[in-house]
């Protein structure tokens, strides 16, 4: 049995009163949050970690995960981080009572698979000055050791700092397993390629959603980051991708199909039409589209993407309901001795580098498959600028005219 399409999204703000019909404060439609998963699972999304940015989020998120079958983290976001001071009891007591919420949702269905999310954000320090997120990123970082648990990170504009606080308390290798941490992932990453490299190297994980995708610069950084640390999100209701973004060239190449499922229709808040996205609100359902982009830039399959990603997520977080038997056997594939990682110039990815031909041997049948499969996604490509309106030349069209004769080889190759 192959491999399906599936994901994971890995950050999505469930807890805000926009999936409730209210924008601003304001009542605009319904309550419509099980249409926004239901597209979310027509859309290939079997499973979703809900994001806790404060005390009273992170029980919310962990309703809600419990109630929809989905998984919370737990923690204060560093704008925020002044709830700790202004807490009643002071910042002990909130912390308490994040630790107390950690404890009593560790496992079973709805559980907490990480803290966070927290970090460093020197982009909105009117929120919450420097010494007040450094050292309630640090009390919170004290969790993850008691309970190892991943961590849940966010960073804007601060990446030395961040980083200088992760290795004092002991975060520095390893992802800080050393001291009882278990890594964690930066979530929606817009940082430099370098300062990538560097969180990679600490023993981290990278996710992006449309924030991480507006300008050429991240589109190169998102490019470079090892399919082997890669996880795909939203950041729903926030992080929508839009056409003023450099992402947009790529996603203009969705097939018709896939844009249907990742982008469907959409209608004003205050012009609510059943069946509709809602204008400006992010929806799970277009982490396809993130996973879209990605795999158009590294010139590699949407499977590929789609199932780095859904591993990545469920073995850092340890989700065992999601371990089948699918997930199972990319894993002993990966940990093959024969599909070790050759160390090169390039990017490594799996038992191959990225940019790199592959230092092992192909079968001669998987190597016709593969040129199959990369015919028909440029196929794909010239039909949706062919359905933009796009004048193709003569050449381009006897290639579309040949798709049927392609999809019978490949389908030949793959049963024989």
């Known amino acids: 049995m192959g491999s399906r399409v599936r994901f994971i999204d890995v950050g ?16 605009k439609h319904r309550d419509d949050i099980l249409d926004v998963l239901n597209r979310a699972r027509s859309a290939g999304v079997e499973s979703a970690i809900l994001t806790g940015g404060s005390l009273h989020e992170s029980s919310e998120a962990l309703e809600l995960a419990s109630q929809f079958g989905y998984y919370a983290t737990v923690g204060c976001h560093p704008t925020r981080s002044s709830q700790f001071d202004s807490f009643k009891g002071g910042p002990a007591a909130y912390l308490d009572r994040l630790d107390q919420l950690i404890a009593s949702h560790l496992t079973g269905k709805g559980r907490c698979v990480a803290v966070g ?11 919450s000055p420097v010494h007040t997120q450094q050292t309630h990123f640090r009390s919170q970082l004290s969790l993850a050791k008691k309970y190892n648990l991943p961590l849940f990170l966010h960073v804007r504009a601060a990446h030395d700092d961040f980083v200088r606080i992760l290795k004092e308390e002991g975060f520095g290798e390893d992802g800080g397993r050393a001291v009882g941490g278990r890594g964690g992932l930066v979530h ?3 940082g430099r390629t370098g300062e990538m490299k560097e969180l990679v190297a600490m023993g981290f994980h990278i996710s992006v959603n449309g924030c991480s995708m507006k300008t050429d610069q991240n589109l190169a950084t998102t490019k470079a980051i090892p399919l082997n640390r890669l996880m795909v999100e939203t950041d729903a209701p926030w992080c ?10 790529h996603i203009d190449t969705l097939p018709s199909n896939l844009r249907a499922l990742y982008f469907p229709p959409s209608c004003q ?6 069946g509709r996205v809602v204008k400006g609100r992010n929806e799970p359902c277009a982490v396809g589209g993130i996973a879209w982009v990605v795999a158009s830039l590294k010139n590699c399959e949407l499977i590929d993407v789609s199932r780095a990603a859904w591993n990545n997520t469920v073995e850092m977080y340890d989700l065992h309901e999601l371990m089948d038997d699918e997930y199972r056997r990319d894993i002993a594939a990966r940990d093959a001795p024969n599909d070790k990682p050759v160390e090169t110039n ?5 038992g191959t580098v990225e940019g790199k031909e592959e230092a092992a041997e192909v079968d001669p049948k998987e190597k016709k ?8 996604q440029a196929i794909e490509q010239l039909k949706a600028r062919k359905d933009k309106g796009d004048k193709l030349e003569a050449t381009q069209l006897q290639k579309i005219l040949s798709e049927a004769d392609l999809l019978k080889q490949l389908e030949s190759l793959e049963q024989s």
């Open 369 to 376: 498959i593969r040129a199959l499969k990369k015919k028909l």
């Open 188 to 190: 929606s990453f817009t």
């Open 117 to 127: 999310e927290c970090g460093l954000d020197y982009d909105r320090l009117h929120f």
């Open 269 to 274: 808040p205050d012009k609510f039409v059943e």
């Open 346 to 350: 390039g990017v490594v990815v799996g």
């Open 240 to 249: 929508s991708m839009t056409s003023a973004h450099s992402s947009r060239a």
């Open 12 to 27: 999505v703000n469930l807890t805000d009163s926009v999936f409730r019909g209210l924008h601003r404060g304001k009542r």
